[in-house]
């Protein structure tokens, strides 16, 4: 095990292109909601991405509930 600081983590980000972006929040989305089944969680992770890529193809997952 390693740990990362959050500098680290920026860093990394910015190499990753929007398909590995896209497929690591797919499976933030799959662990929130299957694993943690946290649907308040889920929600919270998809109304952040909703302000920043409004078309992301996550946000299918979102309901109209506040």
Do not use: C
Not at 19 to 47: C, S
Not at 51 to 59: C, E, F, K, T
């Amino acid at each position: 095990m390693k740990v990362i600081t959050d500098k680290d983590l920026r860093i990394q980000l910015r190499t990753w292109d929007y398909h590995k972006q896209n497929v690591a929040l797919q499976g933030m989305v799959h662990f929130l909601e299957h694993i943690e089944e946290n649907p308040t969680a889920t929600r919270r992770l998809l109304r952040f991405v909703e302000d920043i890529d409004p078309n992301n193809s996550a946000l299918a997952h979102l309901d109209d509930e506040n």
